[in-house]
């Protein structure tokens, strides 16, 4: 993969329209920034990972709301006008896959208060069939986000896995790497089955034991996971009290707005707003509680319909056979051609049941109750369902916009009310941070009960294995479950040889002549990294200087994506800024001329200086400077590397 344009639109500091050249010449694989700290390094990095990543490029895993919030927060507001404005970001790289190369060009367009659009276009052709959620998997099938990880960085990255004495980090990154995770959900996939299967084995007595204590351990997860959620809306809460607080804190020292709309009619929309979001959501639970989740498993429940039909049909037969035998039975003394035996042999070939049919025994009203549930009402439960969700969020959007202009609107005796308001909001506040740790407490305790119970499932289910018997898609699925086991083992402990053999040979071309020659051994079941001297002793990596610890991450991160199998481009943010100079000149000659075939650099003047700009020369095909403005609070990108910089490159 090659990048070879970036254009940015109204992107944190970069107000208005950005477009930077970003392709590489052959054998000069550096691409080379400059800018002081604050003027926007970070921010051509950030727009390379979410144009790319979406929300994946976040750290936590994000809420709408708070996903919103993020976006809001990319719009350039230097003129502090941020709600008034769009962004997009849009990049363009050379891709080949199976021997061709193709162009894709990515847009990521949003507005203030509203989620990103996605476009993709490839050879010039824009992917329509593609909706947003598919051309993201889409994009995270070519960059995925466990590799994109390693080779998309900044010093905060590099800090992190160099601090890093418990192995976490490293699992982290070598188990998305390698698809352990999945292998892990598909593990657990097939426990759940198998606990299915000894449910439907066991003796009556077990299986009634079971299922109660099953139903027991399912209520207090439900009870837990309300009782989160309700701390989830306390914490939502509370984090907007938090917004609320900043913004009485600023009119109390401000001494007021400038707003023209009248607080009491907004307030009062806003209490019309709340008691119809109140009127959805119990609209909402109706739908959620009724034939909702029936609906969600349409192709089974199609085939349970089909198993039903079979079954009346086999009720049928078998009701005219007795009939049939019962009319004989009453009409012994008159004569029948065909004989009775004949007949009661063509009733016994007719009657006999469908073979592999289940039999319900369900009335001809049962089964018809039964269908009308799951073709007509489920898919209407699902479809008013949606539509309630989509004008639970319309209205969410409007109360808090709303919310906004009742905090912003001036007030009479403006500074004493603001005081007021202040106090009022942190009680508020203290009140509802006591009922978020209280419904925290709540939902730990029913965590405890639920695991408890599960502890005592697991014992039961050691009772029910002899239920299990021949069963042969048990005993493949317990077979495969101890495969996954070995392959994940084998797997990890093959590739982890493999990254020791990498760290090795990228530690050896970066560590100082003077500094210890270090050897790494992975714990393949911890993945703590035990650090190894030429005589065999252990180091203790507490021991390491700040610059010997990065050269250690720097050197993991290279292994990393070298046994990633993708050659994707590698963009570090100031990855100097910890390292003596003799550390310096190792990256400077032996890691950026070769860590890809494209290595975007973001430095400051005191990282990437002239002595290293002369050193590097042969391998630099563009170079750019990043200004920042203090009277307009943006930023511009020209060519050149500060001291050569010239205003060009930008539109």
């Known amino acids: 993969m090659i990048i070879t344009k970036l254009s940015l639109n109204n992107f944190r500091v970069f107000a208005g329209k950005h477009t930077v050249n970003l392709k590489p010449e052959k054998n000069r694989p550096i691409v080379l920034f400059g800018g002081l700290n604050g003027a926007g390094k970070t921010s051509l990095l950030t727009a390379i990972r979410f144009v790319l990543l979406g929300r994946q490029a976040f750290a936590n895993s994000l809420s709408n709301p708070a996903f919103i919030a993020e976006l809001e927060n990319l719009i350039n507001n230097s003129d502090g006008n941020a709600a008034a404005k769009s962004a ?37 052709v824009t992917k329509l069939e593609l909706n947003y959620d598919q051309a993201q998997a889409f994009l995270l099938e070519l960059i995925p986000a466990g590799i994109a990880d390693l080779v998309f960085f900044d010093g905060e990255k590099i800090a992190e896995l ?25 593990k657990e996939d097939l426990r759940i089955y198998l606990r299915k299967a000894g449910v439907a084995a066991s003796e009556e007595k077990l299986k009634e034991q079971y299922l109660k204590l099953e139903a027991e351990k399912d209520d207090y997860l439900s009870r837990a996971l309300l009782k989160r959620s309700e701390a989830d809306l306390e914490f939502n809460g509370i984090a907007e009290l938090n917004r609320k607080l900043a913004t009485a804190e600023q009119e109390l020292l401000a001494g007021g707005g400038a707003w023209a709309t009248s607080r009491e009619h907004t307030q009062n929309s806003i209490n019309e707003k709340i008691q119809e979001k109140a009127v959805l959501e119990s609209k909402l639970q109706h739908e959620l509680e009724s034939d909702y989740a029936i609906g969600i498993a349409q192709t089974t ?44 042999k063509a009733a016994e070939e007719f009657s006999k049941p469908e073979s592999g049919a289940i039999s319900f025994n369900l009335s001809e009203q049962q089964s018809a109750l039964i269908k009308e549930q799951i073709n007509k009402r489920a898919p209407q439960s699902i479809k008013n369902a949606r539509s309630l969700k989509v004008e ?13 202009n009742v905090a912003r609107a001036p007030e009479q005796e403006q500074l004493q009310k603001a005081f007021d308001n202040l106090r009022s909001l942190e009680k508020q506040k203290n009140e509802q941070v006591k009922t978020y740790r209280s419904f925290l407490l709540e939902a730990k305790s029913f965590f405890k009960l639920a695991q408890d119970l599960t502890g005592k499932l697991v014992k039961l289910q050691k009772e029910m294995k002899s239920a299990f018997g021949e069963q042969d898609s048990a005993i493949r699925a317990s077979r495969t479950i101890a495969l996954l086991d070995d392959f994940s083992i084998d797997l990890a402990k093959v590739k982890l040889q493999e990254i020791e053999s990498k760290f090795i040979n990228s530690y050896k071309k970066l560590a100082r002549k003077d500094e210890l020659e270090l050897n790494v051994k992975i714990n393949p079941e911890s993945y703590n990294v035990s650090l190894i001297d030429s005589q065999g002793k252990d180091i203790d990596k507490n021991g390491l200087s700040a610059g010997e610890k990065q050269i250690f991450a720097i050197a993991m991160l290279d292994a990393l994506a070298a046994i990633s199998g993708k050659k994707l481009p590698v963009v570090i943010d100031t990855p ?8 310096r000149d190792k990256l400077v000659e032996f890691y950026f001329p070769s860590a890809s075939e494209q290595v975007i650099i973001l430095s400051t003047d005191t990282e990437i200086n002239k002595t290293y700009i002369d ?17 307009t609070k943006t930023s511009s990108i020209s060519d050149g590397y500060f001291w050569e910089s010239n205003k060009v490159g930008t539109e």
Do not use: C
Not at 576 to 583: E, K, Q, T, V
């Open 88 to 124: 997009n970001i849009e990049l363009e790289f050379d891709y080949v896959r199976q021997g061709e190369t193709h162009h894709y060009t990515i847009t990521r367009f949003w507005q203030y208060g509203s989620i990103d659009e996605l476009t993709i276009t490839e050879n010039g």
């Open 162 to 186: 160099a601090e890093d004495n418990s192995g976490v980090v490293l699992q982290h990154a070598v188990k998305r790497l390698l698809g352990l995770d999945i292998v892990n959900r598909l």
């Open 301 to 344: 429940l199609k085939k349970l319909i089909e198993e039903i039909d079979k079954s009346t049909d086999n009720q049928k037969r078998s009701t005219f056979k007795a009939q049939l035998a019962q009319f004989l039975e009453q009409s012994k003394s008159k004569p029948f051609y065909p004989s009775k035996d004949q007949l009661l």
């Open 392 to 404: 639970l969020v319309k209205i969410q959007n409007q109360i808090e916009n709303a919310s906004l």
């Open 576 to 583: 100097l800024g910890r390292l003596d100079s003799a550390h």
């Open 615 to 631: 050193k590097m020369q042969n391998y630099i095909s563009r170079k750019y400077d990043i200004s920042f403005d203090q009277t």
